[in-house]
């Protein structure tokens, strides 16, 4: 990316960083070794007079912290070629967190270390600052948990969230509350809501990514974020409409519509805004649900109540893990159809995202209620992505795979499903299908 030339240049002096001590027989080299965090890189590892044999068996293994300082760690096996080198663009990974060719593996495999608590997401809380991670060449194999063998080579690499000269502006306007991204340059750009799930605050590095990639992004949280509720109790959609109008109206923002994406709840509330708000003219929906939950939706003198949970219908395993797939109320029960979104009456655009093993709710099954109700009603306004083995929540390609999350309003451990090389590869697919229509629907 020509982009991070400078900041590679102007990181010379941490050069030393990307190589091998000068004893050493074997180097690491990650290409590049500054790259946006949704981009791939290169690792390759190569000997210099004498290193590793042909065949020889080592352990890779890449280590991150968090903001709070929490340890994040993963690990592949990995035997050098014929030339006593390997590529993880093209060698397959024997074992350890992942098999198989995986270039960016290493990245979304990480987990919380032994030492740490589990079920901890890797997830940035700011993005003007990058995500270092250590990539470390072991002699042999070491399975994960267990104390790896000597380093041979090593080498850090940076992944940013925010590329040079997107700005940032904190916004307090009027009852609305959030971050607006905005790539560099004049503009105007097409503009686009983002909103994450139940864990509330504020959520900005897939937005900052989405500046990075050309869109005017502005980061929404709608509860437990500063004056905002702490709780979700009900919801006014007049704050959801005066967030559309003020990005519809901003100088920099293309128009004559804009979007919206969310996540979970978010994007639930992406569908009610569609729906009902005229400004809203393409939604992105990953693992919604098609009826408004939990809380109630007001608008004017509408509402629309929210389905409830019945945690009588929630499993714990062994482990201490809540599995609350069967929990929430049935949406096709004709006694919830007050619960149901209108989504027929939507001019704009959706795609719907989702993955497969689900374990949070039935966002596969909503998808279809989502599709059989615009189709029933004559529209043909929809795409979806519908991705086997991955779990809740898709983000940006690279971010860590959870299958197991801390629930932030219910303080336990919660099962989000998927397969972590399944999800990983759907995180990657969908990234680019959602620039793609939002670029289509926005201009």
Same mark, same amino acid.
């Given at each position: 990316?020509?982009?991070? %030339?400078?900041?590679?240049?102007?990181?010379?002096?941490?050069?030393?960083?990307?190589?091998?001590?000068?004893?050493?027989?074997?180097?690491?080299?990650?290409? &590049?070794?500054?790259?946006?965090?949704?981009?791939?890189?290169?690792? %390759?590892?190569?000997?210099?007079?004498?290193?590793l044999?042909?065949?020889q068996?080592?352990?890779?293994?890449?280590?991150?912290a968090?903001?709070?300082?929490?340890?994040?760690? $993963?690990?592949?096996?990995?035997?050098?070629?014929?030339?006593?080198?390997?590529?993880?663009?093209?060698?397959?990974?024997h074992?350890?967190?992942?098999?198989g060719?995986e270039?960016?593996?290493?990245?979304?495999?990480?987990?919380?270390a +032994?030492?740490?608590?589990?079920?901890?997401?890797?997830? &940035?809380?700011?993005?003007?600052?990058?995500?270092k991670?250590?990539?470390?060449?072991?002699?042999?194999?070491?399975?994960?948990?267990?104390?790896?063998?000597?380093?041979?080579?090593?080498?850090?690499?940076?992944?940013?969230?925010?590329?040079?000269?997107?700005?940032?502006?904190?916004?307090?306007?009027?009852?609305?509350?959030?971050?607006?991204?905005?790539?560099p340059?004049?503009?105007?750009?097409?503009?686009?809501?983002?909103?994450y799930?139940?864990? +509330?605050?504020?959520?900005?590095?897939?937005?900052?990514?989405?500046?990075?990639?050309?869109?005017?992004?502005?980061?929404?949280?709608?509860?437990?974020?500063?004056?905002?509720?702490?709780?979700?109790?009900?919801?006014?959609?007049?704050?959801?409409?005066?967030?559309?109008?003020?990005?519809? %109206?901003?100088?920099?923002?293309?128009?004559?519509?804009?979007?919206?994406?969310?996540?979970?709840?978010?994007?639930?509330?992406?569908?009610?805004?569609?729906?009902?708000?005229?400004?809203?003219?393409?939604?992105?929906?990953?693992?919604?649900?098609? $009826?408004?939950?939990?809380?109630?939706?007001?608008?004017?003198?509408?509402?629309?109540?929210?389905?409830?949970?019945d945690?009588?219908?929630?499993?714990? $395993?062994?482990? +201490?893990?809540?599995?609350?797939?069967?929990?929430?109320?049935?949406?096709?029960?004709?006694?919830?159809? &007050?619960?149901?979104?209108?989504?027929?009456?939507?001019?704009?655009?959706?795609?719907?995202?989702?993955?497969?093993?689900?374990?949070?709710?039935?966002?596969?099954?909503?998808?279809e209620?989502?599709i +059989?109700?615009?189709?029933?009603?004559?529209?043909?306004?929809?795409?979806?992505?519908?991705?086997?083995?991955?779990?809740?929540?898709?983000?940006?390609?690279?971010? &860590?795979?959870?299958?197991?999350?801390?629930?932030?309003?219910?303080?336990?451990?919660?099962?989000?499903?998927?397969?972590?090389k399944?999800?990983?590869?759907?995180?990657?697919?969908?990234?680019?299908?959602?620039?793609?229509?939002?670029?289509?629907?926005?201009?």
């Open positions: 990316a020509i982009m991070w %030339r400078a900041v590679a240049v102007a990181s010379a002096p941490a050069r030393a960083l990307f190589r091998a001590p000068r004893r050493s027989a074997v180097s690491v080299a990650v290409s &590049p070794p500054a790259a946006l965090a949704d981009e791939r890189v290169e690792t %390759r590892v190569a000997t210099r007079v004498a290193g044999g042909p065949g068996a080592v352990t890779l293994r890449a280590v991150a968090d903001e709070r300082g929490c340890l994040f760690q $993963s690990c592949a096996h990995y035997r050098a070629d014929g030339r006593g080198e390997l590529h993880l663009g093209t060698d397959a990974s074992g350890g967190d992942y098999t060719v270039p960016m593996g290493l990245f979304w495999s990480l987990a919380p +032994g030492m740490e608590r589990p079920y901890q997401r890797l997830v &940035p809380r700011s993005t003007s600052t990058p995500m991670v250590e990539m470390l060449v072991h002699q042999g194999h070491s399975q994960p948990g267990a104390f790896p063998g000597p380093v041979v080579a090593k080498a850090e690499v940076e992944r940013w969230f925010t590329a040079p000269g997107v700005r940032r502006i904190r916004l307090k306007e009027g009852s609305v509350r959030g971050s607006l991204f905005l790539p340059g004049d503009g105007p750009f097409p503009g686009v809501i983002d909103m799930g139940d864990e +509330g605050g504020l959520i900005e590095f897939r937005s900052s990514l989405l500046a990075t990639r050309g869109f005017a992004a502005l980061s929404l949280p709608y509860f437990d974020f500063e004056d905002l509720p702490k709780v979700m109790k009900e919801f006014q959609l007049e704050y959801f409409e005066e967030a559309a109008r003020f990005l519809q %109206r901003h100088p920099k923002v293309k128009g004559p519509g804009v979007g919206v994406i969310g996540t979970g709840k978010g994007a639930e509330l992406a569908l009610s805004m569609i729906t009902f708000l005229p400004e809203v003219v393409a939604a992105v929906c990953i693992s919604g649900c098609s $009826s408004n939950t939990v809380a109630d939706l007001h608008y004017g003198e509408m509402t629309l109540p929210g389905l409830r949970f945690m009588n219908k929630v499993s714990v $395993s062994d482990a +201490g893990v809540f599995d609350i797939f069967e929990a929430l109320d049935d949406p096709t029960n004709p006694a919830n159809s &007050p619960c149901t979104i209108p989504i027929e009456k939507a001019e704009g655009h959706f795609l719907l995202v989702v993955g497969e093993d689900d374990r949070m709710w039935k966002s596969s099954l909503y998808a209620l989502a +059989g109700r615009l189709r029933q009603h004559g529209k043909e306004n929809f795409e979806l992505l519908s991705y086997p083995g991955a779990g809740h929540r898709i983000d940006p390609p690279s971010t &860590p795979f959870c299958q197991v999350a801390m629930d932030r309003v219910l303080g336990v451990p919660v099962l989000g499903g998927g397969e972590s399944a999800h990983a590869h759907a995180q990657e697919h969908s990234w680019g299908k959602i620039q793609e229509f939002l670029h289509l629907h926005l201009g």
